[in-house]
């Protein structure tokens, strides 16, 4: 079976990818990046909603949550795109948003802000978490000092809920990037928009998506890596220490090199 | 400033936790320059009253001033309402808090520690809240620690920066919640130390405290609080040679 694969064609995917290929990997990334963005913003607005005095406003955000979390991604992003327009005969995402500096595709945009939507459903509960796991004497002693709430809030509580945070949020990224394809049924070429149109010309799916999930997987290792430094770094402000880039080098490959002493 | 203008007045103060009533009308006036020491046995309210002064925990019923300011309420049609979040931020200001778990801000060193409030509530240039921290730090004698983070400090250099950083606020009161329990023995002394020296140096304090050696050294008046009542006031020497109350006894025979 392996033999009927046409190699040559995953390779050219992965060693030589042409433009099309490029322009739709940077789909991807800055679908993710941006519906991430939004869905932190959104999580962080909704996490201090919940906080609120005002049960109304504690009620919406609760309301939020039960949506976004509990409906289908690909049922929001078709809900986000085409629902104004079906519903009430409204256009709100033109076909090309414009931003002055740049535009950008209607459908994108509307991806991102569907993606965005769900993501701060999730992001809501894991900022909350965040924000609960920082000792409560914390804000005793910033109110002690004269801070109002909100000023406790941004100074002292939240940057180090980060701490707390960030580690669920690599994980809420990485999924991102996977989630990210399903905005291809609203007719953005992303990644795996770019490999289903591909499969569709040639009848090689096997290829196609080997190729693909490939590429998904190289997109997802670089993100562990960048989520590993940041939080290392996190871990060394928390604990005052001052490393310098070799020495933090160094002790990352502690582990490895004592696993490889002791295999030998 | 008259010496004995009153800081402090707490009147006839009742809190509630539920159905559990843990201050039944406390009355306690704290003049400046006194140094006061609550001393009772755990579940007599101290905590509970000293956290009430600068708005931590509500009240019930009765007040409580600071430099002649209603604390967390104020006057509305003859009825007493919690004042706005901004209003009561201000006033506490007013009123230094050292905590039995000192609760330093761990992502901050030292010195940031101390300065955080006088730059951000303030607004004090942040060259003259360094100069002024540096100094607090250095008055607490941790002047070689200013750019270390709270993880690095042992508990009692901790609450020594938690001093410094109550202080660096100009508080006309300062309020010390158990301060030393938390700590190791051994550090117990330096922490004494910086507070024995401050409250020589003049500043108003309510300290709760097991500690009877400090009560007797440094104590203006000593204040014996049982079942959310105070029960018994007087100088240290009244209250550790002969003590009125019956309870009073009992509890310090048990203690000292």
Request: charged residues 20%.
């Amino acid at each position: 079976m392996l033999a009927a694969l046409e190699w040559h064609i995953l390779w050219q995917r992965i060693f030589h990818p042409d433009h099309v290929f490029v322009l739709a990997l940077w789909r991807t990334v800055y679908i993710s990046v941006l519906a991430q963005l939004l869905g932190v913003v959104l999580g962080l607005i909704g996490a201090i909603m919940r906080m609120s005095h005002f049960l109304p406003v504690r009620l919406l955000s609760g309301l939020y949550v039960l949506v976004f979390r509990g409906t289908p991604l690909i049922v929001q992003i078709f809900f986000v795109y085409f629902g104004a327009n079906l519903l009430f005969g409204l256009t709100l995402i033109p076909r090309t948003v414009n931003f002055g500096a740049f535009t950008m595709d209607g459908a994108a945009f509307a991806g991102i802000v569907a993606l965005g939507l769900n993501e701060g459903a999730y992001m809501r509960e894991i900022i909350r978490a965040g924000i609960d796991a920082v000792d409560k004497g914390q804000l005793e002693a910033a109110r002690s000092l004269g801070m109002p709430y909100r000023l406790a809030m941004r100074r002292i509580i939240l940057p180090q809920a980060t701490r707390f945070i960030i580690p669920p949020l690599g994980n809420e990224f990485n999924s991102m990037m996977k989630n990210s394809s399903l905005v291809f049924f609203i007719g953005v070429t992303e990644l795996f928009g770019d490999a289903e149109i591909r499969y569709s010309t040639t009848f090689k799916p096997v290829e196609y998506f080997l190729a693909v999930a490939f590429w998904y997987l190289v997109l997802t290792t670089v993100w562990s890596v960048i989520q590993a430094q940041i939080e290392r770094k996190l871990a060394v402000s928390e604990r005052g220490d001052e490393l310098s880039f070799r020495e933090r080098v160094f002790e990352a490959w502690a582990p490895v090199a004592a696993w490889g002493r002791g295999a030998r | 400033m008259t010496p004995d203008a009153t800081i402090m007045r707490a009147e006839d103060v009742v809190k509630r936790f539920g159905r559990l009533e843990v201050l039944k009308g406390v009355s306690l006036e704290v003049h400046s320059g006194e140094t006061v020491c609550i001393i009772g046995p755990s579940g007599s309210g101290k905590t509970t009253f000293i956290r009430c002064i600068n708005h931590l925990e509500t009240i019930d019923s009765g007040l409580i001033e600071v430099n002649g300011h209603l604390i967390g309420y104020r006057k509305q049609n003859g009825e007493l309402v919690e004042d706005s979040e901004k209003n009561i931020a201000k006033q506490r200001c007013e009123i230094g808090m050292v905590f039995q778990r000192f609760n330093l801000f761990p992502h901050k060193t030292a010195l940031e520690n101390v300065i955080e409030a006088p730059v951000c509530v303030r607004n004090l240039p942040k060259r003259q809240a360094i100069q002024e921290g540096e100094a607090l730090l250095a008055r607490v004698g941790l002047a070689d620690k200013r750019d270390v983070y709270p993880g690095k400090l042992s508990g009692g250099q901790q609450q020594r920066v938690a001093i410094a950083r109550a202080l660096a606020m100009k508080p006309a009161l300062m309020l010390f919640d158990e301060p030393t329990s938390a700590l190791d023995p051994e550090t117990i002394g330096e922490v004494l130390v910086a507070m024995e020296e401050l409250a020589h140096a003049g500043m108003t304090m309510i300290v709760v405290t097991h500690e009877m050696g400090f009560a007797r050294e440094a104590a203006d008046r000593v204040v014996m609080m049982d079942e959310g009542c105070i029960i018994e006031e007087g100088t240290p020497e009244h209250f550790f040679t002969s003590p009125d109350n019956d309870r009073t006894k009992q509890f310090l025979s048990k203690i000292l």
